[in-house]
């Protein structure tokens, strides 16, 4: 049986890897993978806690956060094709197409 501590130490590995990639990236489309990553540590945390509590919430809870980020991906992806379209570009440095 794996320890949770361990699985927590994982979660903010992981959480931490795509924090520093979402702040550091120039990449639309790396960005949005690394804001993936902060998801899935969320669930793993989540799972973690609800195991070692003995209540099936916690599952419940992280296919809710995998749903939602699966929808956050469809619009975010859409939006980085119609930006790309429109400038050929996706750094996102280079997003002004918003400005007034």
């Keep these: 049986m794996i320890d949770t501590k361990l699985v927590l130490v994982v979660s903010a590995l992981i959480f931490s890897i795509g924090l520093y990639g979402a702040l550091s990236r120039r ?25 070692l509590h003995g209540i099936p919430l916690g599952q419940t809870f992280a296919l809710f956060v995998i749903a939602l980020a699966g929808a956050a991906v469809v619009v975010g992806l859409a939006i980085v094709i119609l930006v790309y379209k429109q400038s ?3 750094n996102v440095d280079r997003f002004n197409l918003m400005k007034w």
């Design 88 to 90: 050929e570009d996706i």
């Design 27 to 51: 990449n639309a489309i790396g960005i949005l993978m690394c804001v993936e990553l902060m998801l899935n540590a969320c669930n793993l945390n989540l799972v973690a806690f609800a195991r």
